[in-house]
């Protein structure tokens, strides 16, 4: 890999599971995170987990975003796992929207890299994805 | 008697409005102009120069008469204080008449049913991961839960609002249990809720669709066959708020849903149907923002401008076609996370908007529902909110109390405009159906949601608690109430046994009726699921029956 490697923009996949479909969340973020020049693979809700394991194994993403705005957040370590299944056991997972803080607990345990409530900064967002896309890139390397 | 009406020269008006100028650049100095959320530019101060009255019986007119802008009854809120509506739904049956009773035994005169997401996907208990069953709203998947969320309601009196999307299985569940009951079905009085499928492709992608042209299809369909048979519904719910939720400005949400309503009115109409025979039932149902006096003059323009095109443009000719009948909804998105108790106060501002708008029904959140669906006391507060403004405020004792203010007034005919542009930009593409097939819709509400997030984030819209006022550490929030995993489990086995108890001849028949008729344009589809519901098909079968024939409703999504 070379340095050049590092200096490519991040590639994320901003998606929602289950079966909520409020977008306004997912969409604002992915509009932001392409202005901000990263390379963005949006997909509509009520994705199933294996065709997100599959999608992000096929675009060599960096980074998975998933948003939640009922109750959907509840299936995200099951999504985690089924990375680690797959072999991608070192792809972060971020998760944004509404998530009580008991589940916020519940997530980090099972290996969320952060959850973004409402509130958050769009910049918060953009720079988590370059620090954690620097991260992956740099143990690859 | 006063002259009603301010006309300028005033003695002394020039030279005082000239010193105050002069003032007011002074102490003042340099300043940002200050523009609503809809674009429209503020001033500082509104004199008669803005408004003088001298347009009022045009443009005002007085309540229940033309141009409808005061109100669409002669007594409004004075005679009869708006409905209060409180969305209840979680976990099973039996759980949601528990809670529905509580409310009935309190004085409630409507209720509303707010199923889970399942349901609104088109899915039986049986086809999703039982983590997320019954979080979000109640399990209704047969007629047999519909009689038990209904246990000791009695349909001929209480009205019911359904969050039930097409093919409005709900409906046909609760007409089901009302005809083995024996409650006659010109009793029954309601309004399906969600039945606006443009909003859930636009704006909403929560709901179970069917592919556009099918669901044009099926809603008139529903709209037919509720007017005939059950003349008391409301089939349609024209949805603004979707569109506002989603990031449209309050003028783009009034503007699209006007689009909306005249769309479903045209497809009536093109099917034979009298305006003056389903215009009367048709409802709105809107968001309020924060934005305190644009809201309220968001609503009298609406309600002005639906008068004109239900008369001029639709041709109706009963006053009651062109009634602006509303619910609203406090916003959501306007909540925080960040001290939630803030949101009390945010409710109230956004409930005194939309009572000064004029609504008929109003829906408060409760100030925890940035977490999750509202905890029993979060509830309760969201109605005394409704309760104090009523009962001890002084809201209701004079009809449409800001109109004749000058600045009001000059807002309300800038709306009026605003609003009038959006039609104007959806008319050339066609209407709104082909706007939504476009994509143009969703294109302007995406553009709309993401401005505003930046001027949030620039601190030029200010979040108390989120871009200015905040605190450290804040305090942890209690525990969330959610339904008991067995309770969904015994719903799963539930399922199991009906269908297995079921006479399943009558069922299969029923089903290929149903999918028969969507390929038959004489044929009534929703008369069909009525059918079928009755026969004891589910939520589930009849939902995939629909899909299978008519295709499904794929997001015509953009970033």
Redo the contacts between chains.
């Keep these: 890999m070379t340095v050049n490697e590092f200096a490519r923009p991040p590639r994320v996949l901003i998606t929602k599971i289950?079966?909520?479909?409020?977008?306004?969340g997912s969409?604002?973020v992915?509009?932001?995170l392409?202005d901000a020049g990263m390379e963005?693979i949006?997909t509509?809700?009520?994705q199933e987990i294996s065709a997100v394991v599959k999608l992000a194994m096929e675009e060599d993403v960096d980074v998975i975003g998933v948003s939640s705005l009922?109750?959907?957040h509840?299936?995200v370590p099951?999504l985690v796992q089924a990375l680690r299944d797959a072999g991608l056991g070192d792809m972060p997972v971020i998760v944004g929207g509404?998530v009580?803080?008991?589940d916020e607990q519940a997530l980090l345990a099972a290996g969320v890299a952060r959850v973004f409530?409402?509130?958050s900064?769009?910049?918060e967002i953009s720079t988590l994805i370059r620090n954690v896309t620097s991260e992956r890139r740099a143990k690859a390397a | 008697m006063n002259k009603p009406m301010t006309q300028i020269p005033l003695p002394g008006f020039d030279e005082a409005e000239r010193l105050w100028k002069e003032q007011y650049a002074a102490q003042i100095g340099t300043e940002r102009e200050i523009r609503n959320r809809s674009g429209i530019p503020v001033q500082p101060l509104y004199t008669p120069r803005d408004w003088n009255g001298a347009g009022y019986p045009g443009a005002l007119g007085f309540p229940g008469q033309l141009p409808a802008t005061r109100g669409i009854y002669p007594t409004m809120h004075r005679g009869r204080a708006w409905t209060q509506r409180q969305l209840i739904g979680l976990g099973t049956p039996e759980d949601y008449n528990r809670r529905l009773r509580e409310i009935l035994d309190a004085g409630a005169t409507a209720i509303s049913l707010i199923p889970c997401?399942?349901v609104?996907?088109g899915?039986d208990v049986d086809q999703?991961?039982p983590?997320?069953l019954g979080?979000?709203g109640t399990t209704v998947n047969t007629a047999q839960d519909m009689a038990t969320c209904l246990e000791a309601v009695d349909l001929g009196r209480i009205s019911v609002g359904l969050n039930d999307p097409l093919p409005f299985t709900l409906l046909a569940f609760l007409l089901t249990v009302a005809k083995r009951r024996g409650t006659p079905w010109e009793k029954i009085t309601g309004t399906s809720n969600q039945s606006d499928y443009l909003s859930h492709f636009v704006a909403?992608?929560?709901?179970f669709r069917i592919a556009l042209a099918g669901s044009r299809r099926v809603l008139t369909d529903h709209i037919e066959y509720m007017n005939r048979y059950v003349p008391g519904w409301n089939p349609v719910s024209v949805v603004g708020q979707h569109m506002q939720?989603?990031?449209a400005t309050p003028a783009q949400a009034m503007g699209f849903t006007l689009c909306t309503a005249i769309q479903y009115a045209e497809d009536c109409i093109a099917r034979g149907m009298a305006p003056d025979a389903f215009l009367p039932r048709f409802s709105f149902f809107f968001d309020i923002s924060i934005s305190f006096f644009e809201e309220i003059a968001k609503f009298r323009a609406g309600r002005r401008l639906w008068a004109k095109i239900a008369r001029e443009r639709l041709g109706a000719k009963n006053a009651r076609s062109w009634r602006f009948k509303f619910h609203a909804q406090t916003s959501g998105?306007d909540l925080?996370?960040?001290q939630p108790l803030n949101n009390i106060a945010r409710v109230a501002v956004q409930a005194m908007a939309g009572i000064f708008g004029g609504l008929q029904s109003l829906h408060t959140d409760g100030h925890d529902e940035?977490?999750?669906t509202p905890t029993a006391e979060a509830a309760r507060i969201a109605v005394n909110t409704q309760n104090i403004l009523r009962e001890e405020a002084g809201l209701t004792d004079v009809i449409d109390p800001l109109g004749g203010s000058y600045y009001l007034e000059t807002l309300t005919d800038r709306m009026h405009e605003e609003i009038e542009k959006v039609i104007a930009t959806v008319d050339a593409a066609g209407g709104m159906y082909a706007a939504v097939e476009k994509g143009l819709v969703q294109q302007m509400i995406?553009e709309s949601?993401?401005a505003f997030?930046r001027k949030v984030?620039s601190g030029e819209q200010k979040?108390v608690?989120?871009n200015c006022y905040r605190v450290e550490n804040e305090p942890?929030?209690k525990?969330?109430e959610r339904p008991a995993r067995e309770a969904m489990l015994s719903q799963v086995a539930r399922l199991k046994r009906y269908k297995a108890e079921r006479p399943q001849q009558a069922v299969n028949d029923a089903l290929a009726r149903l999918a028969a008729a969507a390929h038959d344009p004489k044929d009534n589809v929703f008369g069909r699921v009525v059918e079928a519901a009755g026969a004891g098909a589910t939520h589930g079968e009849i939902c995939r029956t629909l899909r299978a024939e008519m295709g499904f409703g794929?997001?015509l999504?953009m970033?």
């Design positions: 289950g079966l909520d479909g409020h977008d306004r969409r604002v992915a509009a932001h392409r963005v949006y509509p809700p009520w009922a109750t959907d509840l299936l099951k509404i009580p803080p008991d409530h409402p509130g900064a769009l910049e | 997401n399942s609104y996907r899915y999703v991961d983590l997320i979080t979000c909403n992608h929560m709901f939720q989603a990031g998105v925080t996370r960040q940035v977490f999750s995406g949601a993401l997030q984030e979040v608690g989120v942890p929030v525990a969330l794929q997001p999504v970033v």
